[in-house]
């Protein structure tokens, strides 16, 4: 009887934890979509305070050009006095087909990237590249260390 009361308190314990560890891992998606849509939100008015806060330190970039830079190339084309002004000339950016994946204290985030580029004709170019980045949750904060564009057709 003791037995059975056990195993069923283990179980019980067990389920309890497994359910815990799927809600962090769902907050810590919820958590990371809203960060790259705020990020990519920054990133169309030139935000130096955003562009600061997503990308880690140890940043490794590969642009789709096929350059590799880290953030401190990013931080130097930017300026705080500069943020936040939009200027219709700026293209603005977003995600579609984003997929998360979470692995402890790291996670995966790869998307498509559509860049709504204005023409000087008044039209809008429409540009697509694949992006994933590797996140790493330290101090509380997830940030990008590593991240790879890729042009599509």
Do not use: C
Not at 88 to 103: G, R
């Amino acid at each position: 009887m003791i037995k059975t009361f056990l195993i069923a308190i283990i179980l019980l314990l067990t389920n309890v934890s497994m359910m815990d560890a799927q809600q962090t891992k769902n907050s810590h998606k919820e958590a990371l979509e809203i960060l790259l849509n705020d990020f990519l939100a920054g990133a169309s008015v030139n935000s130096f305070e955003i562009h600061n806060r997503f990308w880690a330190e140890d940043l490794i970039y590969t642009s789709a050009s096929g350059e590799r830079f880290g953030k401190a190339e990013i931080m130097a084309g930017l300026s705080p006095e500069d943020s936040h002004h939009h200027e219709t000339n700026n293209p603005h950016y977003y995600a579609e087909d984003i997929q998360i994946s979470i692995y402890g204290n790291a996670a995966i985030v790869a998307f498509r990237l559509v860049a709504e580029v204005p023409l000087e004709t008044g039209g809008v170019d429409i540009l697509n590249f694949y992006n994933t980045g590797t996140f790493i949750y330290r101090n509380e904060k997830w940030r990008a260390v590593a991240w790879q564009a890729t042009a599509t057709d």
